[in-house]
């Protein structure tokens, strides 16, 4: 059994309630008008057989219902830490069960007794053998294995952890009876910094928390890091397929077919390089957020939106920031936003819009030409088509290709603090630009990029990336002005 997710764009919710009818019988009926809400990802619980093909398939109504709770009731405008959470959760109970039901088939054939079967709502009286405390040790193992596919980041594990105390705590609350509680409370002492008034450096507070907390170490482990920023010359080589030829070999009935580039994932993927952002914030950012920019602007040379869910952004642990754009960039993505392509798509997407999502007239700046936003898999899917061109001989570089569509977020980070350093900014400053508009809240991740960036600088670069560091970005429309890249740092 697999635990997948599914996305749905656009879905109706009315207001249940039960009432007797003339027979003495509970009956639901739903009041009020239909309520348009939207994007959520709920899960199910899918059985393949051999050859791929599904043979059950239910939802987990346990995840789903606290998911929807959470979007109709709390008007959670992103969810996507939770499902990811949810996921992980209900994945590890079923490799459990699974790996529980090997062994009861060779305990029934000993005549041994079965070992229990985990469930997120059967609590035992042991605490080491509720679901609960079980997947807290799930966590601590990811985070110490070396395998990259198990391996989690400690925020990450975090993060899942706290989401499944909150999915409980969320059923706690409804009135949800469990044998034996899910985790305890437990009140923390922490120390915090004292402002300039006070006399004492710091003092102490005490936090409400539960036992399930995880308590990891950080990890002094040299891991090769698999964020790596595209040397200069393969931009070079994926520039010119985004902004100029913007033809790739795509895949039909099993033949490579030259076929012509949007240029919405061109805009997609010039938009991940030039700001650092995660395909999921680049794919959810809204028409609203481009504007023209002025001359003092163009002169700059960029200009700042703000990301997060408030403003329909789907961004990591849902956190909000500032991110930076290149004014050319925004001036050419706010000419596509007038062409006829974008309104007909736009057009499109406005009639799936209940009234008062067409008066907010939120729209989303990626449409496709069903008038619905991009999914993480299509782009997915382009990004392997380009791989595939830039590894073509004549097309492309003549050379495997094997970057990742994330390495566009290091590849802004490296050639931006380079930029920065080279037009007179401090390094510590520069850092911390680096830093704020990737939005890493712990440092070490920046700093891995710091190190790409330092030896990318320190004589280690060809003509071209001394090109590149100077960040003579020739759009067609203009070059970049780099004149005050240090102002406000």
């Known amino acids: 059994m697999e635990i997948i997710s599914y996305e749905l764009r656009e879905w109706e919710y009315r207001q249940p309630e039960v009432y007797i009818d003339d027979n003495g019988e509970a009956q639901v009926r739903y009041i009020g008008e239909a309520q348009q809400i939207g994007p959520i990802t709920l899960l199910y619980q899918v059985v393949f057989d051999d050859s791929g093909k599904v043979t059950h398939s239910e939802p987990v109504e346990a995840a789903n219902a606290y998911l929807m709770y959470q979007k109709i009731y709390n008007e959670a405008q992103c969810l996507s830490v939770a499902w ?149 010359y393969q931009w070079e080589a994926l520039d010119n397929i985004l902004r100029n030829t913007r033809k790739i070999l795509t895949k039909r009935d099993g033949q490579l077919v030259l076929s012509r580039f949007p240029i919405e994932f061109s805009l997609v993927f ?15 950012l809204r028409a609203g957020q481009i504007f023209k920019p002025n001359e003092r602007q163009l002169r700059r040379g960029y200009v700042e939106i703000d990301v997060g869910p408030s403003v329909g952004v789907e961004t990591k642990f849902d956190k909000h920031r500032t991110i930076e754009m290149p004014a050319e960039l925004m001036v050419q993505i706010y000419d596509y936003l007038q062409s006829p392509r974008y309104i007909k798509r736009r057009n499109k997407h406005r009639d799936t819009l209940t009234t008062n999502q067409r008066l907010f007239g939120n729209y989303y700046l990626f449409l496709n030409e069903n008038g619905q936003p991009y999914a993480v898999s299509t782009l997915n899917s382009r990004w392997s088509d380009i791989r595939r061109t830039l590894a073509h001989n004549k097309l492309g570089l003549g050379e495997p290709f094997e970057h990742k569509a994330h390495n566009l977020r290091p590849s802004y980070a490296v050639e931006r603090w380079i930029n920065l350093v080279d037009h007179g900014v401090d390094e510590g400053k520069a850092f911390r630009h680096i830093q704020d508009h990737l939005g890493h809240d712990e440092e070490d991740t920046t700093r891995d990029y710091m190190r790409q960036a330092q030896d990318r600088r320190n004589g280690r670069r060809s003509p071209q990336e001394v090109f590149e560091n100077v960040i003579d970005f020739h759009f067609k429309q203009g070059a970049f002005a780099l004149t005050g890249a240090s102002d406000g740092l």
Not at 121 to 148: F, G, V
């Open 84 to 232: 990811r959470a949810l996921k992980h959760y209900f994945t590890f109970l079923a490799n459990e069960n699974a790996t529980r039901a090997a062994k009861n088939a060779e305990r029934r054939e000993l005549g041994q007794d079965e070992l229990p079967y985990l469930s997120w709502n059967a609590m035992p009286l042991r605490e080491n053998q509720r679901p609960t405390y079980r997947y807290r040790q799930c966590l601590k193992d990811c985070y110490k294995s070396e395998d990259p596919d198990v391996h989690l980041a400690r925020s990450t594990a975090n993060a899942y952890m706290n989401r499944v105390v909150d999915f409980y705590k969320h059923y706690i609350k409804h009135g949800f009876q469990f044998e034996h509680p899910p985790f305890q409370y437990e009140l923390v002492s922490i120390s915090v910094g004292n402002d300039y008034r006070s006399m004492k450096a710091q003092r102490r507070m005490e936090v409400h928390t539960t036992d399930l907390r995880l308590k990891l170490p950080k990890d002094r482990r040299k891991r090769p890091s698999p964020l790596t920023a595209l040397a200069p």
């Open 270 to 284: 010039l938009v991940m390089r030039w700001t650092g952002l995660r395909r999921e914030e680049a794919l959810t």
